[in-house]
């Protein structure tokens, strides 16, 4: 959660929770008597610090999955890569996967470091229009593992959003870990006092994929945040040779598609499997770039389209109820947790 100090003891209902300071919990909890007192309730100042961040930033997507291996790292790599097509625009990719930091690689900028000037951490660059932010770009070895409890994940989220000097950026596309958990609960109330355009949800056609993604869109009705739509992704394989598609993942229940018709939320399409993909993937390239006339290019352009035209009718409205809405279930915040 992103209200629990980091020193506080296992079960603690949360700084912002009605019972904060006063259940069993509590007991010998150093944050005790503030808790008590209420004052613990008062807005994190670092909130309004990142409203003011963000005021360069036009467009904010977040990408998420409910399980994970469906490829939500490898779509927000190429959503990035597929805006940036657009000389015209300036893309950031702030990627918030603690624990399993693959988009440095992807990005072909593995092993770069972060520098900080008198404006915050700069970000590194992939293209003049790109840049990209990452833990991995934090760790001494590639092979480091991050193991934190949620404060401290929180912490570095809540620095990326407020330290790093995107600059003037018309697109920031998040990758978070898979999910509805602390990193979640945590982009969302950093970021609840500027709009956000919408969460991007990435699953596979079988249905065991599916069931978490309901999830998924479940958390982003709880906290009201928009749905720009579903993507498909390893929906059926295209042999790169004779072009015929066979399903490697059946979908059983219908797939992606129909689950969007079922619960009325747009599907923007879907990505077929090509070994291309992951091979581009692991050398640090844009696939778009490298192969832009295969199936699964021509699916990702599309969705590009899909998702921008999504972003550039966003209606100040919507923020507005978003807004309205995180200030009541930050007074009950039992409710996101159910």
């Given at each position: 959660?992103?209200?629990?100090?980091?020193?506080?003891?296992?079960?603690?209902?949360?700084?912002?929770?009605?019972?904060?300071?006063?259940?069993?919990?509590?007991?010998?909890?150093?944050?005790?008597?503030?808790?008590?007192?209420?004052?613990?309730?008062?807005?994190?100042?670092?909130?309004?610090?990142?409203?003011?961040k963000m005021m360069s930033v036009k467009?904010?997507?977040?990408?998420?999955?409910?399980?994970?291996?469906?490829?939500?790292?490898?779509?927000?790599?190429?959503?990035?890569?597929?805006?940036?097509?657009?000389?015209?625009?300036?893309?950031?990719?702030?990627?918030?996967?603690?624990?399993?930091?693959?988009?440095?690689?992807?990005?072909?900028?593995?092993?770069?470091?972060?520098?900080?000037?008198?404006?915050?951490?700069?970000?590194?660059?992939?293209?003049?229009?790109?840049?990209?932010?990452?833990?991995?770009?934090?760790?001494?070895?590639?092979?480091?593992?991050?193991?934190?409890?949620?404060?401290?994940?929180?912490?570095?989220?809540?620095?990326?959003?407020?330290?790093?000097?995107?600059?003037?950026?018309?697109?920031?596309?998040?990758?978070?870990?898979?999910?509805?958990?602390?990193?979640?609960?945590?982009?969302?109330?950093?970021?609840?006092?500027?709009?956000?355009?919408?969460?991007?949800?990435?699953?596979?056609?079988?249905?065991?994929?599916?069931?978490?993604?309901?999830?998924?869109?479940?958390?982003?009705?709880?906290?009201?945040?928009?749905?720009?739509?579903?993507?498909?992704?390893?929906?059926?394989?295209?042999?790169?040779?004779?072009?015929?598609?066979?399903?490697?993942?059946?979908?059983?229940?219908?797939?992606?598609?129909?689950?969007?018709?079922?619960?009325?939320?747009?599907?923007?399409?879907?990505?077929?499997?090509?070994?291309?993909?992951?091979?581009?993937?692991?050398?640090?390239?844009?696939?778009?770039?490298?192969?832009?006339?295969?199936?699964?290019?021509?699916?990702y352009k599309d969705i590009v389209k899909?998702?921008?035209?999504?972003?550039?009718?966003?209606?100040?409205?919507?923020?507005?109820?978003?807004?309205?809405?995180?200030?009541?279930?930050?007074?009950?915040?039992?409710?996101?947790?159910?």
């Open positions: 959660m992103a209200d629990v100090p980091s020193n506080a003891p296992a079960h603690c209902p949360g700084t912002a929770s009605e019972d904060a300071g006063k259940v069993s919990a509590c007991q010998g909890c150093p944050n005790q008597a503030l808790c008590a007192s209420g004052a613990s309730k008062a807005p994190d100042p670092a909130i309004q610090e990142i409203k003011e467009h904010k997507i977040l990408v998420l999955s409910g399980k994970g291996g469906v490829g939500k790292s490898t779509v927000s790599a190429h959503l990035a890569h597929g805006i940036a097509s657009d000389d015209t625009k300036q893309v950031a990719l702030l990627d918030v996967d603690i624990c399993g930091p693959s988009i440095p690689k992807m990005m072909g900028v593995e092993g770069e470091q972060v520098h900080q000037s008198g404006s915050g951490w700069s970000p590194v660059y992939v293209e003049e229009n790109l840049g990209v932010m990452s833990v991995g770009f934090l760790l001494s070895s590639l092979d480091d593992a991050i193991i934190w409890r949620g404060p401290k994940k929180n912490g570095l989220i809540k620095q990326f959003l407020r330290d790093v000097d995107w600059g003037e950026v018309d697109y920031l596309i998040v990758d978070t870990p898979p999910g509805t958990s602390d990193e979640h609960l945590s982009i969302v109330q950093y970021l609840s006092a500027t709009p956000v355009d919408g969460a991007v949800i990435i699953t596979t056609p079988q249905e065991v994929s599916l069931q978490d993604v309901r999830k998924e869109i479940n958390f982003c009705q709880k906290v009201k945040l928009p749905i720009i739509g579903v993507i498909e992704n390893m929906s059926g394989f295209v042999c790169p040779k004779c072009q015929h598609e066979s399903q490697i993942f059946p979908p059983t229940t219908g797939g992606a598609m129909k689950m969007c018709k079922d619960l009325n939320i747009p599907f923007l399409g879907k990505v077929p499997l090509d070994p291309r993909i992951g091979k581009s993937c692991d050398e640090g390239k844009s696939f778009l770039s490298e192969i832009p006339d295969s199936s699964a290019s021509v699916a899909r998702a921008l035209c999504f972003a550039c009718s966003f209606s100040p409205w919507l923020f507005i109820i978003f807004i309205y809405t995180l200030r009541v279930n930050s007074s009950s915040p039992q409710k996101i947790r159910s």
